[in-house]
């Protein structure tokens, strides 16, 4: 089954730790991105892609680094310059072609400890 | 900020209601989709509106756009307890094949 893939589901970071969140989808699809998500608030954009090689800064980059080495791949690095990172993190996928929205992973809870 | 307000924040209703949430979004789009969220899961797509239509339907559901007041609506008819989740609108400004734009969210309860 095609689909998007997140891991790990849960993750503790200690201060000063940089993490890295996987996300990988099996889709075919060209653009991918990360979202954060704070308790009762809307997702917030944190770094997106459209193309291999190639990304751009959302509206909440800083602290934060990807890559996009493969069309499958796109993973997002919680840096220790990040000093609020506690959170819920979305990564989603789409076509060229909108019709069909986003598909989301199912998240990946991060917390400071 | 261009994320988009969503009304009301928290909804209860019952079993067999209709359930009616809004957004507003403050720029152009091109399209509005709609999310649904269950606690602690991703999101799942249901369904997109473009910028020149008015009214769409899917099964149970019925979303309007008003270009001219910036906002949208989303209808469930006859809810069920399983309808039971956050509902999030986001908008894709300009461009198709873009970034979206998430509101803030109407969290639904559909009591039995």
């Known amino acids: 089954d095609g689909g998007i893939t997140q891991s790990p589901k849960y993750l503790f970071r200690k201060e000063g730790q940089n993490v890295t969140l996987s996300c990988e989808q099996n889709?075919?699809?060209?653009?991918m991105y990360w979202y954060r998500q704070d308790p009762g608030q809307g997702l917030r954009l944190i770094y997106y892609?459209?193309?291999?090689?190639?990304?751009q800064k959302g509206d909440i980059a800083e602290g934060y680094s990807v890559s996009r080495e493969k069309k499958e791949s796109f993973p997002l690095t919680v840096t220790s310059a990040q000093k609020n990172p506690t959170a819920f993190y979305l990564c989603?996928?789409?076509?060229?072609?909108?019709?069909?929205?986003?598909?989301f992973g199912s998240g990946t809870r991060l917390t400071v400890v | 900020s261009q994320q988009g307000e969503e009304d009301p924040q928290a909804l209860s209703i019952q079993e067999g209601e209709n359930a009616t949430m809004n957004c507003s979004y403050k720029?152009?789009?091109?399209?509005l989709q709609w999310y649904r969220q269950n606690s602690g899961r991703g999101l799942v797509h249901l369904i997109l509106?473009?910028?020149?239509?008015r009214e769409k339907h899917s099964g149970r559901l019925r979303v309007t756009l008003d270009t001219s007041k910036k906002s949208s609506s989303l209808l469930i008819t006859a809810s069920r307890a399983a309808d039971t989740a956050s509902y999030f609108c986001a908008n894709a400004g300009g461009t198709s094949y873009g970034k979206l734009t998430f509101g803030q969210g109407t969290i639904l309860t559909v009591h039995p």
């Open positions: 989603a996928s789409s076509l060229r072609e909108d019709s069909y929205g986003y598909t």
């Open positions: 720029t152009s789009i091109n399209n």
């Open positions: 509106i473009r910028s020149n239509e």
């Open positions: 889709l075919n699809h060209d653009a």
């Open positions: 892609s459209q193309i291999v090689n190639d990304f």
